[in-house]
């Protein structure tokens, strides 16, 4: 159990930190439902599609598939990544309807060139900034991070990115390599 002042990104990795106590216990609170509901909402709404558009949406770091329920309601269908496999379980025991992938979005995106209508990120980039090898350069995993969500992109499109960071140094990084790609 994380204390309410320690972060979960600076507790351990997500795919271990996010074990199936963990998973089942994020996603059956009912304040980080609402949170994480309100938030997708709103994320869809900057993404600004075609309201008479089916789109197809990325969720990265989709955890148990809380956010891709707004996709779903909104009438856009969905893929989920994400690099926590207990996670991803429990999205398929909720019966999520968005494709379900496991992986690591530091590493890469393995998404063909413009599959994606848009793409929106609930809480999940920030883990990019932690590296828990000495092989793991955070600036080269947020470097990676933004070149295959460009590539995976159609032209035009958006993506949005809820974040919490822990400094302005991050959203400066987070700024110059989204511009660079």
């Not at 999520?96 to 063909?112: A, K, S, T, V």
């Not at 848009?118 to 350069?137: C, H, K, R, Y």
């Not at 460009?150 to 822990?166: D, K, M, N, T």
């Amino acid at each position: 159990m994380v204390s309410r002042n320690k972060r979960p990104e600076h507790t351990a990795p997500p795919e271990i930190y996010y074990n199936e106590k963990e998973a089942e216990k994020y996603t059956l609170n009912s304040h980080i439902i609402e949170i994480q509901t309100k938030l997708s909402e709103r994320a869809l709404e900057l993404l600004a599609l075609s309201e008479d558009n089916h789109a197809l949406i990325l969720d990265i770091g989709c955890g148990s598939g809380l956010s891709g329920e707004v996709l779903t309601e909104s009438g856009h269908s969905w893929v989920g990544i994400d690099i926590s496999q207990a996670m991803l379980n429990v999205a398929k025991e909720r019966e999520c309807e968005g494709d379900l992938i496991l992986g690591d979005i530091g590493q890469f995106l393995p998404f063909r060139s413009g599959t994606f209508d848009g793409a929106i990120s609930i809480s999940a980039v920030q883990w990019l900034f932690n590296s828990e090898t000495s092989s793991q350069n955070p600036v080269k995993r947020i470097r990676t991070f933004f070149a295959s969500l460009y590539a995976c992109l159609s032209r035009g499109s958006r993506a949005v990115l809820q974040i919490y960071p822990e400094s302005s140094t991050q959203l400066d990084l987070l700024q110059t390599e989204a511009i660079k790609a």
